[in-house]
């Protein structure tokens, strides 16, 4: 018994079953017995689509929260830091030792392109997510492209500064 026979069905691919059987048949089973494409549900015109299906408005405020609120929190520590220079210092600027503080601030000024070019990556990335594909949620959606985002960033960071 070969393949086809063992489905059912001649060699051009229509069923073995006479047209009155197929026909008494529901439309479901008539599309899997004659190997038509059964339509999807998204294409269905008697389904109500789904309310907020592709959130792109919702992505894009996840998206922003994964950067946000970890450099709210890092900024919120820093400025819990004394303001005075201390006893030792490192690296003294004019023979003077910038408080903690002021230093860290700085650093954090210098790194901000470097954060906004990651942030405007993962956004592209978390729209083109949500365009691809609906089954996502936005948090999710959001989450995954802030962890690349901020891969590519950084990658592409380094390869400039090489």
Not at 41 to 58: M, N, Q
Not at 108 to 130: F, W, Y
Request: glycine share 8%; charged share 20%; with cysteine.
């Amino acid at each position: 018994m070969d393949y086809d026979t063992w489905l059912g069905r001649n060699s051009f691919g229509q069923g073995d079953t006479p047209e009155s059987e197929s026909e008494s048949l529901p439309e479901t089973e008539q599309r899997r017995r004659d190997w038509r494409v059964v339509r999807h549900s998204i294409d269905r015109t008697d389904l109500d689509p789904v309310e907020g299906e592709k959130s792109y408005f919702a992505t894009v405020v996840w998206t922003l929260a994964w950067y946000v609120v970890p450099l709210a929190l890092i900024v919120g520590w820093v400025l819990v830091f004394d303001n005075d220079s201390g006893t030792a210092c490192a690296t003294p600027v004019h023979n003077v030792c910038p408080p903690m503080r002021t230093a860290v601030l700085n650093g954090m000024m210098d790194g901000l392109p470097r954060l906004c070019a990651a942030l405007v990556i993962s956004l592209v990335l978390a729209l083109l997510i949500r365009l691809g594909s609906g089954a996502w949620r936005p948090v999710t959606a959001a989450f995954a492209a802030a962890i690349i985002g901020a891969g590519a960033a950084t990658i592409l960071f380094t390869v400039m500064a090489s």
